[in-house]
């Protein structure tokens, strides 16, 4: 983990409210791992950093974060400018854990959630996997656009009100199920109740026996394992989001009770 500034090399406006910001930062783009993140000093506006998945590297020196403007912290962020310094700390977390054996891979993006999973779809191209990505959002406008994804993957959309691809939540999308019973491995990033769907309706899903694992997007205080302030119960006991996350195990999380 170091603490840097890296340099703002371009910020757009990708999707209404999210943000595409590309930095120079060849220290923490040197040892990332698709699913960690990093705690990001958005100028006086807030007391706390805040976390963002790391979404894409390039050159071995550049890093680029996909965010939705929801608040102070964000909005400073959509505002920085080529050449603005930004303070981060990084990375951060346990990225996704990719079985060498596991072939054919079932990417599951709701909304914001394809943040990092850009990441690990490079990642994991090069490593010669199948991949499919179900990418999933309100409205056609709040998909990720095809033209920043690369080819050579499998891609099926829905939106919940139908106007582009299927109609319905992501999680419908599974087709029959036939994109989980292809997987040998699963990793999902989404909002809670499309974790807490997939966990509920596991054997619905055919997701029962195969290796599915989530980002968990929680608030976050340090991001370092000091406030205990992301603090999850699990089958293996209390786990800090930052440290032990934010991936985790699908099937380890306690979901009845989470506060979330
Ligand atoms: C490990 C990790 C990785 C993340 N990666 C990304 C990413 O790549 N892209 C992205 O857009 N967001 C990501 N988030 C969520 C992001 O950190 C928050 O949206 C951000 O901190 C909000 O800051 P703000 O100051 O703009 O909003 P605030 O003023 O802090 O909050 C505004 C609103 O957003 C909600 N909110 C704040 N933090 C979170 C959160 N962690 N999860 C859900 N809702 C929240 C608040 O409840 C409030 O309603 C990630 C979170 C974690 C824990």
């Not at 939705?68 to 951060?92: E, R, S, Y």
């Amino acid at each position: 983990m170091k603490q840097v500034t890296a340099s703002v090399i371009s910020n757009r406006e990708v999707m209404p409210e999210v943000y595409l910001i590309w930095l120079e930062s060849p220290q923490i783009a040197f040892t990332a791992q698709p699913g960690q993140f990093v705690m990001a000093r958005c100028g006086e506006e807030t007391l706390l950093r805040r976390p963002l998945s790391i979404h894409q590297l390039a050159d071995g020196a550049k890093l680029a974060f996909l965010f939705n403007v929801v608040g102070k912290g964000t909005h400073w962020l959509a505002q920085c400018q080529v050449g603005d310094n930004i303070d981060l700390l990084g990375p951060l977390g346990n990225g996704y854990s990719i079985h060498s054996e596991s072939h054919n891979l079932l990417l599951v993006a709701g909304g914001i959630g394809i943040a990092p999973l850009r990441f690990l779809i490079d990642k994991t191209l090069e490593q010669g996997k199948e991949i499919t990505l179900l990418l999933g959002a309100q409205t056609s406008s709040h998909l990720y656009p095809k033209n920043l994804l690369p080819l050579g993957i499998g891609l099926a959309e829905t939106t919940e009100d139908g106007s582009a691809g299927e109609r319905g939540m992501i999680t419908d999308s599974f087709r029959g199920f036939v994109f989980s019973a292809w997987a040998d491995q699963i990793f999902a990033c989404g909002p809670m109740p499309m974790y807490r769907d997939m966990a509920r309706r596991k054997q619905e899903l055919k997701l029962e026996g195969k290796p599915v694992q989530i980002s968990l997007e929680v608030r976050m205080g340090c991001g370092r394992g000091v406030c205990y302030g992301c603090t999850l119960k699990t089958k293996s006991g209390l786990k800090q989001v930052c440290t032990d996350g934010p991936i985790f195990a699908l099937d380890d999380v306690l979901w009845d009770e989470l506060a979330y």
